[in-house]
């Protein structure tokens, strides 16, 4: 028969133990968040606008070609399929979602793109390029409407530079359906000229951050959300 001096043992020693696992774990949680850890959150949306409204004249622009890069923030394949190299969390989880939700349900903008992840961002930080593809499928140009890339570095504050152009199909296309007659023959011969890609409006921006502010780049048709929030190990 247990006295009452054992019990008490054998309940002190329960609650050590107890405590031992408690700190252990919380340790163990510590150490697997490092340092310069961030929630990076990012929607891209469109302003639901006729472009022949668009006052900005962009034709002519000279556009680098795309970014060579092996990382991928948001693509939309022509199928509809979503492909990023990040491990993007849920909609729902974004601290921008209730935004995005509230610019959609106005009628006024349209979200292409939520996206939002967790990743160490130290001091000197060089990110690479985040190539992005999103908007209306182009069948002409074999493309999306909207592509680009973000890049993300850190020197004593985060900076996003955005680069984002967004596209339309020429207007010259409707001249390739009918068929032209040449004159010193009479032949017909349908010209199927490559429709060119005119630029509707681009992003080139690059912006300081602070942590826990949202930050709003944009262009007459494109708008760029950004939030960052660090993840502070638990003590």
Request: hydrophobic share 40%; glycine share 6%.
């Amino acid at each position: 028969m247990q006295t009452d001096g054992n019990r008490l043992c054998r309940l002190l020693a329960h609650t050590l133990l107890t405590a031992l696992l408690v700190a252990t774990s919380m340790l163990s949680h510590a150490q697997q968040t490092p340092d310069d850890y961030y929630r990076a959150e990012f929607v891209i949306l469109e302003r639901i606008i006729d472009p022949d409204a668009v006052n900005e004249r962009m034709i002519n622009r000279k556009v680098k070609p795309p970014v060579e890069t092996d990382k991928t923030l948001y693509r939309v394949a022509q199928g509809g399929s979503v492909s990023s190299s990040l491990e993007l969390v849920n909609r729902n989880q974004l601290h921008l979602g209730n935004a995005a939700n509230r610019l959609e349900s106005s009628g006024k903008y349209r979200v292409l793109m939520s996206a939002g992840w967790y990743e160490a961002f130290p001091p000197d930080y060089k990110g690479e390029p985040l190539r992005i593809e999103i908007g209306d499928w182009l069948e002409q140009a074999d493309q999306r409407e909207i592509e680009g890339n973000i890049t993300i570095d850190r020197q004593r504050y985060l900076h996003v530079a955005v680069h984002l152009n967004h596209w339309q199909e020429g207007k010259v296309a409707a001249a390739a359906a009918a068929p032209t007659t040449l004159p010193t023959t009479g032949a017909e011969l349908n010209l199927q000229p490559e429709i060119p890609l005119e630029l509707l409006t681009w992003i080139r921006e690059t912006r300081r951050m602070r942590s826990e502010e949202i930050h709003f780049l944009d262009s007459p048709t494109l708008g760029v959300l950004v939030f960052f929030k660090k993840v502070e190990a638990e003590q």
